[in-house]
């Protein structure tokens, strides 16, 4: 599995999907995990991981670890895996059946949408596991899986609406007002600063992007912006120290089974724009602060 792992994955997934693996071989010996694999000639050519845990009074399955040969993809492997761990997550008798699935990983994230899987929320988490979501979180590595997402096995009946644009992108302007404000504390910064600290906050979330959504557009893509809890509340925490985490949340597509295609133009157009309106809007931010300076040392003097 290890090597499995390290040829299929980059460095930093290749150790969280390790310490995945280990923890459901941990659940195997009380049977409260097992991992299902593909095989091609004697060698693995597909994994998908399955646990369940406790969680305040639900019995919640995860189905974890997913991971196809990189050179074997759309052959019909990851469906495979992905049917026999719903039907052992099922014959345990969970409540609750979620994933966590990056949201640039479109095979993965459209699978699941197909499967009747959504977007399951924070207020919905804390709504049926109470404080216990923490616990989910950490054993999901979920502060730290930057754009992942918790999806949740739903009837088709019963798909909760994903929360809007404006209320996200409101969150991520609180979240990152926020970890400036920390930040400006710690580095003594005066009172008066922390005005501009909010408008700096939310000039640079919408500037950066409204110039993917408006890219996306462009190309006839429809995009979204979606704030990412875990990040603020992880970054929120190291700017206590003085660290920051810069994961307050990205545009995504839209439509569903839409696929991110390496190499593709308007990909990477959609996706450069944003980071090069922020380098004009923080050399503008820049001048404009010399210039402040330069206008008070004068008024001093």
Known sequence: MRDFYGKNLGIINTIIFNLS???????????????????????IVGSFSVKVQNYRENRVGFIDAIVTDRYLRGQGIGTSLFDACL?????????????????????????FLRNNFWIYETKDQIKELGWTFLRLWLAEFYFIAIGVFFLRKRSEKNQPKETGQPLNLLTAWIGL?????????????????????????????????????????????????????????????????GAVFPAYGSTYMKQRDWRYEAGSRRIGIIYAVGPIVSLILSALFLTLSMNTSSLSIKRVM
């Not at 693996?21 to 060698?43: E, P, Q, Y």
């Not at 099922?90 to 949201?103: E, F, G, H, L, W």
Request: hydrophobic letters at 50%.
């Open 21 to 43: 693996f280990s923890d459901v071989l941990k659940n195997m010996r009380c049977a409260m995990g097992t991992t299902f694999i593909a095989a091609k000639a004697d060698s």
């Open 87 to 111: 039907k052992w997550l099922q014959d345990q008798s969970c409540d609750i059946i979620v994933a966590t699935v990056d949201r640039y990983n479109s095979p993965s994230w459209n699978l």
């Open 177 to 241: 007002t926020l970890i400036v404000s920390v930040l400006g504390l710690r580095s003594g910064a005066e009172p008066i600063i922390y005005p501009f600290l909010v408008a700096v906050a939310a000039v640079s979330i919408l500037v950066h992007e409204a110039a993917h959504i408006l890219a996306s557009k462009h190309y006839g893509v429809e995009a979204v912006f979606k704030a990412w809890d875990s990040g603020l509340l992880f970054s929120l925490f190291l700017s206590v120290f």
